[in-house]
């Protein structure tokens, strides 16, 4: 096994789900800050503004803003070369459209990122990790609106000027294509702040705002490099490979095109142009989208340096149109929704993440009906690295699920000692078989956080407990699970020991 000598052992979490503090400091409200608490299976509500008597669980999460010196405590005891977070740009622009940044804002980041660098852990930093301020949503429509390429660019730069000489590795937007599945609201508000009338063509909306987005980061790759040449800044990919059900021809086709739909975004951030099976997407759709020449120069000059990826499973298609109808097992990988699938198997093969994918029943699933599949993550780094040959870094991986805490205080968490260890085995089989370049391992919510999906605490990612319910009750203290004693061993041997 040959990782890096210098290989980037970490945890990830993102400030909305960490931090709480949501109006404190000078910051404003963020599109996380507008969203109720869910349940398994139960969407978040969406609400206008903040409403008196709603539970908003990102507006405390687990008060990192209070408890950050403790907490970073905790990651040096835990061995941590890096801690992934993101800069929430509500609290450097608290509206986002200021022209002035929030200077208690950004002294609370140089005050974690110096507790962090002095114990020896490396910040890597997501500039955009479903955070955008609310502000944006209501005034400009979020990213539909090409003004806001202008607003996160400048938000960007002020903070990579700050922070050049303490931050070296950065990501622009968080799972940037989570939003391919527009026939639901919460990508497309978490990742772009969009919210979709009647008359809008939501999939026209959303390629055109992952237009502007992917012109940001061009353009933010670039003025990075001006400002510290040094600087290491990547794209941030959902990767849930998605295979073929059967050795059908056409289910072969139907996971090439799904896959097209969800990782067309990397090929523009590695590559700096579209590639041509979505212009010819575009112009069969007759989509009208604002796509400049300036655009195209921009993302040319602005190509990513690494491709950080998430990875939590797997997905799985078939075309059912060429398929034996009925003797298949038709639910849906994570959703349960009707099946809708007689579309494919017509040439163009089109693709709704919502109601296409069909459980893998070679694989077991999460509670939340999240498919485990380590052989997807060795075969994710291998085809990234084969498309692209670019570093690689994976910046969340993680198992879901409830924790008891014994009568003594302790947890023990075999189940997700055991889903990492696998993954973490076949992430070592990737760099000694496949041969890829992988720069780091982060899991993710290693210290519990609030639910991204279902706003929930007791969906648990981590080593580090945090005693706060789903109804935010809970004293906010802090204790180890078995896991943390456990990755502490994998960092020191430096993936060695198992
Ligand atoms: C990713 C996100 O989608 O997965 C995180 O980048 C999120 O923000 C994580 O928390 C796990 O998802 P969930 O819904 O279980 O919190």
Redesign the pocket.
């Known amino acids: 096994m040959t990782l890096r000598k210098d290989f980037l052992w970490g945890g990830a979490v993102?400030a909305h789900?960490l931090e709480g503090g949501w109006n404190k400091g000078g910051k404003g409200p963020s599109v996380a800050d507008v969203m109720t608490a869910g349940a398994n299976g139960v969407e978040r509500k969406i609400t206008d503004g903040v409403i008196p008597g709603e539970n908003y669980p990102n507006h405390e999460a687990i008060d990192f803003y209070g408890h950050y010196k403790e907490d970073v405590a905790l990651f040096t005891e835990l061995g941590l070369k890096c801690f992934r977070t993101s800069i929430a740009w509500t609290r450097i622009f608290p509206n986002g459209d200021e022209t002035e940044p929030n200077e208690e804002g950004l002294q609370f980041y140089d005050d974690l990122f110096d507790e962090c660098l002095k114990n020896g852990i490396e910040p890597v930093i997501t500039l955009s990790?479903?955070e955008l301020p609310y502000h944006l949503v209501t005034e400009y429509g979020g990213f539909r609106n090409r003004k806001l390429i202008d607003f996160f660019v400048r938000f960007a730069e002020v903070v990579m000027t700050r922070y050049k000489d303490k931050v070296k590795y950065w990501m622009t937007f968080?799972?940037i294509n989570?939003q391919a599945n527009f026939n639901r609201d919460f990508a497309p508000f978490t990742n772009s702040g969009l919210k979709f009338t009647a008359e809008d063509n939501r999939e026209e909306v959303m390629y055109q705002a992952a237009h502007y987005e992917l012109v940001a980061s061009a353009k933010v790759v670039e003025i990075g490099h001006k400002i510290n040449p040094d600087f290491q800044i990547g794209c941030m990919i959902?990767m849930c490979p998605i295979y073929p059900a059967t050795m059908n021809p056409n289910d072969m086709m139907a996971a090439t095109v799904a896959m097209r739909r969800r990782y067309w975004f990397a090929d523009v951030h590695v590559r700096g142009h579209y590639p041509a099976y979505l212009k010819s997407y575009f112009a069969r759709k007759d989509f009208k989208l604002d796509i400049t020449a300036e655009d195209e120069a921009a993302l040319a000059k602005g190509c990513v340096d690494y491709i950080g990826f998430?990875y939590?499973m797997s997905f799985a298609i078939q075309d059912q149109a060429t398929n034996d109808r009925g003797a298949k097992d038709k639910s849906h990988a994570s959703s349960g929704n009707a099946d809708t699938r007689e579309h494919l198997g017509a040439p163009e093969f089109d693709y709704n993440e919502d109601t296409d994918l069909i459980k893998n029943n070679f694989v077991e699933a999460s509670e939340?009906g999240w498919q485990i599949d380590p052989m997807g993550l060795r075969w994710a780094l291998s085809w990234f690295y084969e498309r692209y040959e670019k570093p690689l870094f994976i910046v969340?991986n993680?198992f879901?699920a409830v924790d008891e805490v014994e009568a003594d205080g302790s947890i023990h968490d075999p189940y997700r000692i055991d889903y990492l260890k696998a993954h973490i085995k076949a992430m070592e089989d990737a760099v000694t078989y496949e041969g890829v370049d992988l720069m780091g391992y982060t899991p993710?919510?290693f210290i519990d956080?609030v639910?991204?999906?279902?706003g929930e605490m007791k969906?648990r990612?981590g080593m580090i407990y945090v005693d706060k319910d789903n109804e935010g009750n809970g004293t906010l203290a802090r204790s180890k699970k078995d896991s943390f004693n456990w990755y502490q061993k994998v960092i020191a041997t430096n993936g060695e020991e198992l």
Do not use: D, M, V
Request: aromatic share 22%; hydrophobic share 30%.
């Open positions: 993102a789900q990790h479903f968080n799972e989570n959902a998430s939590y939340w969340e993680g879901g993710w919510g956080l639910s991204a999906g279902t969906k990612y």
